[in-house]
């Protein structure tokens, strides 16, 4: 049966049959034709069309088929305005209570002026309603009365539960917003809040702030990929209550700004493998330096420029993909005033991870999930965005990341005779070696396995689990090519320090072990800089992204040290989420402040499948900060 492998496409340039394909198991030759049609990729370091961004691009011929919906984003005109909320007309006026405004007296009347005063001109009707569904204002409740012969056709009481204090809580209230709007048909929407208590006028523009941007991100399903899909009607948002005037309007721009560079980073992340391959990848990054060419230059590189620069880690990982591997490089300037940071951005761009010859198996790999391997680029890509937009002065930003191409879609393709086997040793650009040894994911997976019931049905089902049982009870060194991500992490972090950053943020979808240490929404934080952490966490505290601070124990460091290279690429399973940063530090200059975030957890919404656009907002708020 013939194979068809194709890249993106221009030219036909070769058309390849080889006699013998390599069985992944037991690596026997097997007799099947294979015809591998190769088209030509341009290089993007060229590249100087406008064109828009992902969101918007139009889509080549892939594997499959398959080509993204010229879907617009949706544009939302965010306002302020001061006036009566009852006088407010439109289709949904939505009020966030707490559970202290949803206090009432004996009469069943509520306490709280606002909603006393909405609650009399709609005859109690309001009260009423709250008392009959049992609405208190806890969060996630919501009541929606539609109402006639007022401003508003429906009144809504969106829960914030005791208090609400913080970004995350807020913005949340605005994706709840966006929720009921949906459910509504609504094309516009007051929003306001029942108690503001003695807020300061930085917290309202911060709250006012939070609250459009969940409402705009609330809004936005990505459907580009869906043979019929409903655009959404919202097309106006009334932040009521929080004043008026130029600096409310700048900072609900920012919203607006920022909220579409987490849009076109979830679609980097939400686009499948055959779609987004590491050319792509390159593609829209150039498009962003194109788009803001006043602050923006890139930088491509190639395999072959890859290999003068000594990046073996990362090539090494390349090897084994058809696509070819891109370095992007953009670099940020501001238009005009002094330079008073140097900072790099890293993102880990594995377009897709099948584990190479570790290859993920079994229930609880996630090998259909793993297009969400880029996620750290799209991070640094979205906050490049929003930054080309926002355009802060006084910093210098370099955005450096590898789109790596270990792989495509295909299994077959992740696995070749120019693959990295395990056991292979590695050189990184700054000449330290790589042993690619110890600890296959298996392990770490383990758990999991055993969480669902066995079957056998075949042969290869019962060496597959001799083979788990095998590496979880005996202590032996598997070697491990499934380790891949902090290899190109390597080289990204060198030329980072090269280009003279001062300080450098790495974000990797780089353990599970972070993800059982700390859950599905909480990112894991490594470094050794106090001065640093404290202004990620500031920023992530603004942006209401959830960080926990790890331990960087360098005692563990005994567990990376191999018998024939500099050192292994994955310790042991206890601790392999600090093992995994140990290993990174190894590559970041000790001049130099850096910090490493595993966001192997928040990237990915398991319940709404799909991708959460984590990290930009944060990354976006730190270089923002570094500019006042």
Same mark, same amino acid.
């Given at each position: 049966?013939?194979?068809?492998?194709?890249?993106?496409?221009?030219?036909?340039?070769?058309?390849?049959?080889?006699?013998?394909?390599?069985?992944?198991?037991?690596?026997?030759?097997?007799?099947?034709?294979?015809?591998?049609?190769?088209?030509?990729?341009?290089?993007?370091?060229?590249?100087?069309?406008?064109?828009?961004?992902?969101?918007?691009?139009?889509?080549?011929?892939?594997?499959?088929?398959?080509?993204?919906?010229?879907?617009?984003?949706?544009?939302?005109?965010?306002?302020?305005?001061?006036?009566?909320?009852?006088?407010?007309?439109?289709?949904?006026?939505?009020?966030?209570?707490?559970?202290?405004?949803?206090?009432?007296?004996?009469?069943?009347?509520?306490?709280?002026?606002?909603?006393?005063?909405?609650?009399?001109?709609?005859?109690?009707?309001?009260?009423?309603?709250?008392?009959?569904?049992?609405?208190?204002?806890?969060?996630?409740?919501?009541?929606?009365?539609?109402?006639?012969?007022?401003?508003?056709?429906?009144?809504?009481?969106?829960?914030?539960?005791?208090?609400?204090?913080?970004?995350?809580?807020?913005?949340?209230?605005?994706?709840?917003?966006?929720?009921?709007?949906?459910?509504?048909?609504?094309?516009?929407?007051?929003?306001?809040?029942?108690?503001?208590?003695?807020?300061?006028?930085?917290?309202?523009?911060?709250?006012?702030?939070?609250?459009?941007?969940?409402?705009?991100?609330?809004?936005?399903?990505?459907?580009?990929?869906?043979?019929?899909?409903?655009?959404?009607?919202?097309?106006?948002?009334?932040?009521?209550?929080?004043?008026?005037?130029?600096?409310?309007?700048?900072?609900?721009?920012?919203?607006?700004?920022?909220?579409?560079?987490?849009?076109?980073?979830?679609?980097?992340?939400?686009?499948?493998?055959?779609?987004?391959?590491?050319?792509?990848?390159?593609?829209?990054?150039?498009?962003?330096?194109?788009?803001?060419?006043?602050?923006?230059?890139?930088?491509?590189?190639?395999?072959?420029?890859?290999?003068?620069?000594?990046?073996?880690?990362?090539?090494?990982?390349?090897?084994?993909?058809?696509?070819?591997?891109?370095?992007?490089?953009?670099?940020?300037?501001?238009?005009?005033?002094?330079?008073?940071?140097?900072?790099?951005?890293?993102?880990?761009?594995?377009?897709?991870?099948?584990?190479?010859?570790?290859?993920?198996?079994?229930?609880?790999?996630?090998?259909?999930?793993?297009?969400?391997?880029?996620?750290?680029?799209?991070?640094?890509?979205?906050?490049?965005?929003?930054? !080309?937009?926002?355009?802060? @002065? *006084?910093?210098? +930003?370099?955005? #450096?990341?590898?789109?790596?191409?270990?792989?495509?879609? =295909? &299994?077959?393709?992740?696995?070749? !005779?120019?693959?990295?086997? @395990? *056991?292979?040793? +590695?050189?990184? #650009?700054?000449?330290?070696?790589?042993?690619?040894?110890? =600890? &296959?994911?298996?392990?770490?997976?383990?758990?999991?396995?055993?969480?669902?019931?066995? +079957?056998?049905? #075949?042969?290869?089902?019962?060496?597959?689990?001799?083979?788990?049982?095998?590496?979880?009870?005996?202590?032996?060194?598997?070697?491990?090519?499934?380790?891949?991500?902090?290899?190109?992490?390597?080289?990204?972090?060198?030329?980072?320090?090269?280009?003279?950053?001062?300080?450098?943020?790495?974000?990797?979808?780089?353990?599970?072990?972070?993800?059982?240490?700390?859950?599905?929404?909480?990112?894991?934080?490594?470094?050794?800089?106090?001065?640093?952490?404290?202004?990620?966490?500031?920023?992530?505290?603004?942006?209401?992204?959830?960080?926990?601070?790890?331990?960087?124990?360098?005692?563990?460091?005994?567990?990376?040290?191999?018998?024939?290279?500099?050192?292994?690429?994955?310790?042991?399973?206890?601790?392999?989420?600090?093992?995994?940063?140990?290993?990174?530090?190894?590559?970041?200059?000790?001049?130099?402040?850096?910090?490493?975030?595993?966001?192997?957890?928040?990237?990915?919404?398991?319940?709404?499948?799909?991708?959460?656009?984590?990290?930009?907002?944060?990354?976006?708020?730190?270089?923002?900060?570094?500019?006042?």
């Amino acid at each position: 049966m013939a194979a068809i492998a194709v890249s993106l496409a221009t030219s036909l340039t070769s058309v390849v049959v080889p006699s013998s394909l390599t069985s992944l198991v037991f690596n026997k030759l097997n007799s099947a034709p294979c015809l591998r049609v190769t088209f030509s990729i341009s290089r993007f370091s060229s590249y100087r069309g406008g064109g828009k961004l992902m969101a918007h691009s139009l889509a080549r011929a892939t594997l499959g088929l398959t080509q993204p919906a010229n879907i617009d984003v949706p544009k939302i005109a965010l306002s302020a305005k001061e006036i009566d909320v009852a006088e407010w007309k439109g289709d949904i006026l939505a009020v966030g209570v707490t559970e202290k405004d949803m206090t009432k007296d004996d009469s069943k009347r509520f306490e709280n002026s606002l909603l006393k005063n909405l609650d009399a001109k709609l005859g109690g009707h309001l009260s009423e309603a709250s008392s009959e569904e049992d609405f208190t204002g806890k969060p996630g409740q919501s009541l929606v009365l539609r109402v006639s012969g007022h401003g508003a056709k429906r009144i809504g009481l969106i829960g914030l539960g005791k208090s609400a204090t913080n970004t995350y809580a807020f913005r949340n209230l605005g994706e709840a917003i966006a929720a009921a709007a949906k459910n509504a048909q609504a094309n516009n929407v007051g929003i306001v809040l029942a108690s503001t208590g003695n807020t300061s006028n930085e917290s309202k523009l911060n709250i006012a702030s939070a609250i459009a941007s969940g409402t705009v991100l609330g809004t936005y399903e990505d459907n580009r990929y869906k043979s019929d899909s409903k655009k959404p009607v919202l097309k106006s948002v009334d932040i009521l209550g929080f004043g008026t005037g130029p600096e409310l309007d700048k900072k609900l721009k920012y919203a607006e700004d920022v909220s579409s560079a987490v849009i076109f980073g979830k679609e980097l992340v939400n686009s499948p493998a055959n779609v987004l391959t590491p050319a792509v990848l390159a593609e829209e990054a150039t498009k962003i330096a194109s788009t803001y060419s006043d602050v923006f230059s890139a930088t491509i590189l190639n395999a072959e420029q890859c290999k003068e620069l000594k990046m073996g880690s990362y090539l090494g990982v390349a090897a084994a993909s058809d696509n070819p591997p891109h370095f992007i490089h953009l670099c940020y300037k501001p238009p005009s005033g002094p330079i008073k940071a140097k900072l790099a951005l890293v993102g880990k761009g594995l377009t897709f991870d099948s584990g190479g010859y570790n290859i993920k198996t079994g229930p609880g790999c996630s090998i259909e999930l793993m297009k969400f391997d880029m996620g750290g680029s799209a991070a640094v890509l979205g906050a490049a965005k929003a930054i !080309g937009q926002v355009k802060p @002065p *006084g910093v210098e +930003v370099l955005f #450096s990341l590898r789109p790596v191409h270990f792989i495509v879609a =295909a &299994c077959e393709n992740m696995i070749s !005779g120019t693959g990295m086997r @395990p *056991g292979d040793i +590695v050189t990184a #650009s700054n000449g330290k070696t790589i042993e690619a040894a110890l =600890a &296959c994911l298996l392990i770490e997976n383990i758990p999991v396995w055993f969480s669902f019931p066995i +079957v056998i049905d #075949s042969v290869s089902d019962v060496f597959c689990c001799l083979y788990v049982i095998s590496c979880w009870i005996i202590p032996l060194q598997v070697n491990n090519t499934d380790a891949e991500g902090r290899l190109t992490l390597a080289d990204a972090l060198i030329y980072a320090c090269n280009q003279g950053a001062e300080k450098i943020i790495d974000l990797a979808t780089l353990t599970g072990a972070c993800v059982v240490a700390l859950g599905p929404s909480i990112a894991g934080v490594f470094t050794p800089s106090d001065e640093l952490a404290n202004e990620v966490f500031s920023a992530a505290e603004a942006s209401g992204e959830k960080l926990w601070r790890m331990p960087l124990e360098e005692s563990y460091w005994e567990s990376m040290k191999s018998g024939v290279a500099d050192m292994v690429n994955t310790g042991g399973r206890p601790g392999g989420a600090i093992t995994a940063a140990l290993f990174l530090k190894q590559f970041v200059d000790e001049k130099v402040q850096w910090m490493h975030i595993d966001i192997a957890g928040p990237v990915w919404n398991e319940k709404k499948r799909t991708a959460t656009g984590f990290g930009i907002q944060t990354l976006v708020e730190w270089v923002r900060q570094h500019s006042s």
